[in-house]
C-alpha cells in the first residue's frame, strides 16, 4: 500500500524528503520526522496512533474551593416628603414689601414699642429711640417755602410740585385752568388744607 503523499504534513515522497516509514498495523506510509513528530501513525482508528489527552476532571471539592463574588442587595431610595412652602421674609410679590422677623435679643437688650424695626437693622437699646438716617444725596424741603406757594398759588398746585407731589399739582391745575378759574377756589380751599397737615415731602423726608 503506497500513498503520493505523507498524510501527516501532505508533502510528496521524493528523494529530497526525509526517509519514508511504514505504519507496522495498517501499513500507512510516513515521512519518518512526521510520524515521530505525531507520535505515531495519523490513521484514525490505527492502533498505533497516539492516544487521546486525557480529559480534565474537576471534583466537587475543587468547585466548593473556588470563591464565589457576593452579591449585593440593591440599596432603596428613600422617598422625603416635600418641604412645606414658607413665605419669605421679605414678604410681596417681589420680596420688599415688609419688614423682616427681628432677631433674638441679646442680653441687656429689649426691644422698645415705639423703636421700629426694619429687615437688616439693629435694634436700638432700651433708652434710646430709633432716628431713620436722611436719605444720601438728598436735600430737605423748606416748610416756609411750601407755605408761601401754598398760599399765594396754590390754586395751581404750585406748592405740591415744589414738594413732590406731582399728582396732586396736575389735579389742582387742571381743576383751575380747564373751569377758567371758576373752580380755582376750590383748589386754593384744597391747597390751604394741604399746608397744614401736611409735614413732609412725596421722599418721605420731614421739611426743615
Known amino acids: 500500500m503506497t500513498a503520493a503523499v505523507c498524510p501527516y504534513c501532505r ?25 515521530r513528530e505525531n507520535g505515531g501513525c495519523t490513521v484514525f482508528g490505527c ?15 475543587d468547585l466548593s474551593a473556588v470563591s464565589v463574588p457576593q452579591t449585593y442587595a440593591p440599596v ?12 419669605s421674609a421679605y414678604g410681596g410679590p417681589l420680596g420688599l414689601s415688609q419688614a423682616g422677623p ?4 441679646s442680653a441687656g437688650m429689649t426691644a422698645s414699642a415705639s423703636t421700629p424695626y426694619m429687615y437688616g437693622q439693629q435694634a436700638a437699646p432700651a433708652g434710646y429711640q430709633y432716628v431713620a438716617p436722611a ?13 408761601v ?12 410740585f415744589y414738594a413732590g407731589y406731582v399728582g ?32 413732609k415731602d412725596s421722599t418721605g423726608l420731614d421739611f426743615n
Request: hydrophobic share 35%.
Open 135 to 147: 436719605a444720601y444725596g438728598r436735600q430737605q424741603k423748606s416748610r416756609s417755602t411750601y407755605i
Open 149 to 160: 406757594l401754598g398760599i399765594f398759588l396754590g390754586a395751581l398746585g404750585i406748592h405740591n
Open 76 to 87: 432603596q431610595q428613600q422617598y422625603v416628603p416635600p418641604q412645606p412652602y414658607r413665605p
Open 102 to 105: 427681628a432677631p433674638a435679643q
Open 47 to 61: 492502533k498505533c496512533a497516539p492516544a487521546d489527552d486525557p480529559k480534565l476532571q474537576v471534583s466537587q471539592t
Open 168 to 199: 396732586r399739582g396736575v389735579g389742582q391745575l387742571c381743576l383751575s385752568v380747564f373751569t377758567l378759574g371758576y373752580l380755582g377756589i376750590i383748589s386754593w380751599i384744597w391747597a390751604i388744607i394741604e399746608i397744614c397737615i401736611v409735614q
Open 11 to 35: 508533502m510528496p515522497f521524493d528523494e529530497a524528503s526525509p526517509p519514508q516509514i511504514f505504519c507496522t498495523a495498517c501499513g500507512m506510509p510516513h515521512h519518518e520526522d512526521c510520524y
